[in-house]
């Protein structure tokens, strides 16, 4: 599975920004599909996903703020991000969590990672 995210920049504190994540390959076996982000010295953390049955789930600082969709036709996710706030300035990565079986029947799982978006927002 290959992905790639677009959309960051810099936005005032208050502003909205919609990040993208475009996705190819073995659709099939994707199971999930999230964001995460990482800010300048901090550890890498999970924003939000979305399942393949179209269920979110959110990080407790970004809930009610950000919201995830999914646009099967395209193969396309995105984060809409509402009420930014300073501390939201990150790299934003999405991800795919895939499931498949190997030739042994034994089950494969993987997560695989687009290139990094940044967003900055200014106070």
């Known amino acids: 599975v290959q992905l790639q995210a677009s959309g960051g920049g810099l936005v005032q504190a208050g502003g909205s920004l919609r990040l993208s994540c475009a996705f190819s390959?073995?659709?099939?076996?994707?199971?999930?599909l999230e964001w995460f982000r990482q800010a300048p010295g901090k550890q890498r953390e999970l924003v939000g996903s979305i399942t393949r049955g179209g269920s979110t789930n959110f990080a407790s600082a970004v809930t009610g703020r950000f919201t995830i969709s999914r646009e099967n036709g395209k193969n396309t996710m995105y984060l809409q991000m509402n009420s930014l706030k300073p501390e939201d300035t990150a790299v934003y990565y999405c991800?795919?969590?895939?499931?498949?079986?190997?030739?042994?029947?034994?089950?494969?799982?993987?997560?695989?990672w687009g290139q990094g978006t940044l967003v900055t927002v200014s106070s």
């Open positions: 991800a795919a969590d895939t499931l498949r079986t190997n030739e042994n029947g034994e089950f494969i799982a993987q997560r695989f």
């Open positions: 390959g073995s659709i099939s076996s994707i199971n999930a």
